[in-house]
């Protein structure tokens, strides 16, 4: 990735770390101010041939807590991200559905992208928001549109092709790059078995 985008990454975390610490702590002094600062300035996207690889380097002396607090920062980061990019498809793909989600909620899933309950409450992977945008909206088009259609019939596909006809690549992305995506975000925001 270049410069501009590092220091995009770098300025968009530092922002939301420094917000999330004030309403955390409300009219307390910023005292971690500078380490949230340097933790920022290490966070970077790294391009690994097609593999994006999301790095967080705490810089030193840190203590017990800070891993933990790291990765609670991060996963609050990422889901902050993601919730920002799927209103923006839902903005798009529910006036033409005619219908909405009552709820979307993330987290990690193992094996499944995202799916949709009887309440019609939307479930994403949290490890969505380390994928290129066009397979997040490739998830979220299929999940809404089990609104209207609760199997995997042709008329569902034809539904997902009307919407978004690029699903195929992104499906078959998803497929090739899945477990890759879904181990980094374990490594990332999920302590690591001591012993």
């Excluded at 590092?6 to 968009?12: G, L």
């Excluded at 920002?84 to 909405?100: H, M, T």
């Excluded at 549109?145 to 919407?163: D, G, T």
Aim: aromatic share 8%.
């Amino acid at each position: 990735m270049n410069k501009a985008v590092d220091d995009a990454v770098r300025e968009s975390f530092l922002a939301f770390a420094i917000k999330s610490f004030a309403q955390l702590h409300p009219g307390k002094d910023l005292e971690i101010h500078d380490y949230v600062k340097l933790l920022a300035y290490h966070l970077a996207a790294v391009a690994r041939g097609k593999t994006r690889r999301l790095v967080v380097t705490l810089p030193r002396p840190h203590g017990k807590a800070t891993l933990p607090a790291a990765r609670a920062l991060l996963r609050s980061y990422l889901e902050a991200q993601i919730r920002r990019d799927i209103s923006r498809y839902l903005a798009r793909y529910c006036p033409e559905l005619g219908r909405a989600p009552t709820a979307v909620k993330l987290r990690p899933l193992k094996s499944l992208w995202g799916s949709l309950d009887t309440r019609d409450r939307v479930m994403l992977d949290l490890a969505l928001a380390l994928a290129p945008p066009a397979a997040l909206r490739y998830v979220v088009v299929h999940e809404l549109c089990h609104l209207r259609i609760r199997s995997h019939s042709p008329r569902f596909w034809a539904l997902v092709e009307k919407l978004y006809p690029e699903w195929r690549e992104q499906r078959d992305w998803l497929r090739i790059h899945g477990q890759a995506l879904k181990a980094e975000l374990t490594r990332l925001i999920q302590s690591q078995p001591h012993g």
